[in-house]
C-alpha cells in the first residue's frame, strides 16, 4: 500500500512564502513522475508543478517565477516552494506520485489560504 502524505499548508498573508512537503510510503522501490495540483472552491484540480525522476519540472503559466518543485529520491518527498503568494493561491493543494507498475497515488490534501 503506497500513502502520501503532505504538511506544510496554513494561512499565510499575501506576499508571504510557504514551503509544502510530500513524502511517500510503502513498499517503493522507485518513484517517476511527482507532483502537486490544487484545487479551489468551486473549480476542478488543477496542475501546479510536476518534477521528473530526472528533475524535469513544468509548471502551470500562473505559478511560473514564484513556485518552485523539487524532490529528494532518497527520501521519497517532493517539495513545493511557494513565494510571493496571492489571494488567488487558495487552495487545497495535492501531491501526486506515478510508481511504476503499481499506478498513480494521491494524498489527502493539504489547504492553504493566502490572506491578510
Known amino acids: 500500500q503506497v500513502q502520501l502524505v503532505e504538511s506544510g499548508g496554513g494561512l499565510v498573508q499575501p506576499g508571504g512564502s510557504l514551503r509544502l512537503s510530500c513524502v511517500a510510503s510503502?513498499?517503493?522501490?522507485?518513484?517517476?513522475?511527482m507532483g502537486w495540483y490544487c484545487q479551489a472552491p468551486g473549480k476542478g484540480r488543477e496542475l501546479v508543478a510536476t518534477?521528473?525522476?530526472?528533475?524535469?519540472?513544468t509548471y502551470s503559466d500562473s505559478v511560473k517565477g514564484r513556485f518552485t518543485i523539487s524532490r529528494d529520491n532518497a527520501k521519497k518527498t517532493v517539495y513545493l516552494q511557494m513565494d510571493s503568494l496571492k489571494p488567488e493561491d487558495t487552495a487545497v493543494y495535492y501531491c501526486?506520485?506515478?510508481?511504476?507498475?503499481?499506478?498513480?497515488?494521491w494524498g489527502q490534501g493539504t489547504q492553504v489560504i493566502v490572506s491578510s
Open positions: 501526486t506520485a506515478q510508481v511504476p507498475g503499481r499506478g498513480r497515488y
Open positions: 510503502g513498499n517503493i522501490f522507485s518513484i517517476n513522475d
Open positions: 518534477i521528473t525522476s530526472r528533475y524535469v519540472t
